[in-house]
């Protein structure tokens, strides 16, 4: 009896290694097209007497029986208890990957989801969930929901736990278009944008929503959970891939993809097919903007601490996609008010603080989207709807409940950059500052960041200081601005004066407030927020906070440029606040430390000079002009020339990007203005004397001609409107000082060929071979 054993009975190298033989000619055969292809090709017998040993969980028996069961011309009301235990099984896998730190399906032996795989799985629950749209005769087989919902279950926990599996599917476009049509059966929508949204994440081309089957009626048809949801589908459609950062980011590379593209992108497309869906709009500011019922004398904090382990927790993210789905069936019409959500049983199980993330996670979503057609080629359209729907109110009415609550103590702050899962509450607040940037950013609509009772204060200022009003001013909807005494933007300097020095919410909040300033200077406007403290507090941070974060303090060097540039007011604030020579030098040191993202600062300073120099007569500024350092100190021409060397030094055509351009411009400031004055061969000799003075001659005057050139192509068919408006002058006399500087005649002591000698002249290279 031993004996027999011992000879029938396999080693468990042997049992792995006949497992892997047949896995090995189902992979081949799928590869080649040739032999087994799908595991219902192996014979009963030999599937059941390998599962026994390969621990296989009856899996390939039952994908053999369904596969009999589930043709063209079957009754698919049958196969609803095979498909729910071969979910049941792959879900229990997918539970056990996620909960336990992701562990690779490689660590396991023959796991669950990857034998379905290999055994045709995922085939064929595609094919049958397709099933009523590949039938061309007959009577149109039904779908039980409960089917359609183990199908979608099985395949998305294939895609977690299995590699390939989801690119798999985004290849399939006929599938993918199927999925969408899912989602206009309620039961069944969460299970669907589920899996939609994990397939489009790997797609390299961006789907088409225009080519969705009726994509309009569809998205009127979702209730407001749901079209929060789809939100999170759209985030993957309408913005364009994330490059990352290699060189695809640089403007040379953009400048390239450009020529060779001359089509819309998809991303734009897809914008556009959704503004022309009629509500769309108007029903993501009420998303954006609904309030959260809050249990009486239930704490409404967030305990950011926690959320890891909430959102991690199996049993609550059922629970939460119970509450959608409960709250889908409630919304047959489109009132997801409060009193219906309230209504729910479990939503009153939940603690109060998830219902909160709840509520945050969805408006993040939503907040993406807006923000994404904010910058979008429609922007114009895109204000005037959320302007009408009154956006900006409505977020200022929830700025202190849900936006800026007071922080739990003991929270470790997220820096800019830093590689980390957000949580709800913080992916929020980011959003929101994002939104309000974009906004903001370069168009009137900003004044309805404002209060009634703010905007007559900007009109005082005018009045006061004798000069006219701004038509964007004058034209300010009043109906439309934020209620009450205070509106988004004071309310934003008060959270940012109370910010932890190394938040990384100071870099969006300063970001958020500059798009306020950005444009033609403003002096009512700077005078509003210099009123609030801003400028002493930008101060504080750069020179007495020990800041030390690049992104922060970059943020607070565009900022302050904003503040100043043109005011006589804010230059005397300033030499208030730095009224030591000590002060001063640490406020030097940081502008130098990196000049990338103080180059705008200095940018501010120097045509601020330039325009007081020329109104001494005024005694306000004459008192100014002679008491204030920073004035005093970039009036020095060797300080300005120190700069300029600086700024061409570090960067060239190859390494600009759309953060570092800046440089470049500020350079062409200084020269332009020396230009103005007659100066301009005094600043080229001075280069060339430094280059020598380097021991590298021709090197910095070749860079900044092969920037200039670069600078006439990139400007070419570009909106010049910001350089114009920003710097008050007209871009035409950018352009001249341009065409004079790369002058090619030996005579002109304006253009820089003149100062390389020959020997040391590279001009004329291909901007790809430099």
Known sequence: MATRRSGCAPTQTSRGNSCKNIFNKIRQGQITGVGLTRGSQIPVALLEERDKRAQWQGIPALLRRLHESSHPNSDLSKIDSMVMELSSLLSMEAMSFVTEERKTPQESVSPNTYTFDLFGGVDLFVEILMRPTLTVQGDLPILSDDLIKDCLSGLYNCCICTEGVTKRLAAREDFVMFLFTLMSNKKVFLPTATLIEDILSVRKEIIQLDKIPNLASLVQSFNQQQLANFCRILSVTISEPDVGVDDKHTLLARSTQLKTST?????????VALLNIPGFIERLCKLATRKVTEAAGAS??????????????????????????????????????????????????????????????????????????????????????LAEFKLIPGLNNLFDKLIWRKQPSGHVLHRQNQNCDCSPEISFKIQFLRLLQSFSDHHENKYLLLSGQELNELSDIYLTANIFEMEALNNTDRNLVCDGKKGLLTRLISVMKKEPIDSSFRFWQARAVESFLRGTPSYADQVFLLRRGLLEHILYCIIDSGCKSHDVLQSYFDLLGELMKFNIDAFKRFNKYVNTEEKFQMFLTQINSSLVDSNMLVRCIVLSLDRFESQTNDLKVAEVFSECRLLSYIAQVENRLFFLYRLISIINVQSLTQENVSCLNTSLVVLMLARRRGKLPFYLSALREKEYAEKYPGC???????????????????DSTCLENSSCIPFTYWKETVSVLLGSGRSSQCAIATYIDEAYRDLDRDFMEL
């Open 700 to 718: 910095l005057l070749n860079n900044f001609h092969n920037l200039l050139r670069f600078w006439q192509h990139h400007y070419l068919n570009k």
């Open 263 to 271: 089509c819309t992108s998809r991303s734009e497309s897809n914008q």
């Open 300 to 385: 409404a904090r967030l305990e950011l601490e926690d959320w890891h382990s909430w959102l991690d927790n199996a049993l609550v993210l059922d629970a939460l996609m119970q509450l959608a789905i409960e709250e889908a069936e409630q919304s047959s019409t489109e009132s997801s008010d409060e009193s219906s959500l309230s209504s729910s049983p479990l939503r009153h199980r939940l603690p109060q603080s998830m219902k909160i993330v709840h509520e945050i996670m969805y408006k993040v979503e939503v907040l993406y989207v807006l923000c994404v057609l904010l910058m979008g080629r429609q922007r114009n359209q895109v204000h005037r709807m």
